[in-house]
């Protein structure tokens, strides 16, 4: 999904576990928190290690949309046929999680 998340190597380790907000730093419980699903990195020395972002409705909210708009905009598929691209199909169906 091509909502841009912070990168991991500045976040705590509560972040990058899922158990805090990517961005504003909440603790989450399960119910409340939009999961972003396991992620994984390459470090600039060829090492790869997942982590896990989750972030908390409002967060969510604000970034899903935003990469929603930003993609609709730029998408020709969307423009043409909303039902047809599979980003903004992920996008829409992640504006329903966070509203949720």
Same mark, same amino acid.
């Given at each position: @999904? *091509? =909502? &841009?998340?912070?990168? *991991? !190597? #500045?976040?705590?380790?509560? $972040? =990058? +576990? #899922?158990?805090? /907000? =990517?961005?504003?730093?909440? !603790?989450? !419980?399960?119910?409340?928190?939009?999961?972003?699903?396991?992620?994984?990195?390459?470090? *600039?020395?060829?090492? =790869?290690?997942?982590?896990?972002?989750?972030? +908390?409705? *409002? /967060?969510?909210?604000?970034?899903?949309?935003?990469?929603?708009?930003?993609?609709?905009?730029? +998408?020709? $598929? +969307?423009? &043409? &046929?909303?039902?047809?691209?599979?980003? #903004?199909?992920?996008?829409? @169906?992640?504006?329903?999680?966070?509203?949720?």
């Amino acid at each position: @999904m *091509p =909502v &841009d998340l912070p990168d *991991p !190597s #500045g976040l705590a380790e509560d $972040q =990058v +576990c #899922g158990r805090r /907000c =990517v961005w504003c730093v909440t !603790s989450l !419980s399960t119910d409340a928190a939009v999961d972003f699903g396991e992620r994984r990195e390459v470090s *600039p020395h060829g090492g =790869v290690s997942s982590w896990h972002p989750r972030c +908390c409705r *409002p /967060c969510g909210f604000e970034h899903v949309y935003r990469a929603l708009l930003d993609h609709t905009q730029s +998408c020709e $598929q +969307c423009a &043409d &046929d909303l039902t047809r691209c599979a980003v #903004g199909k992920a996008l829409r @169906m992640a504006m329903r999680q966070v509203r949720a």
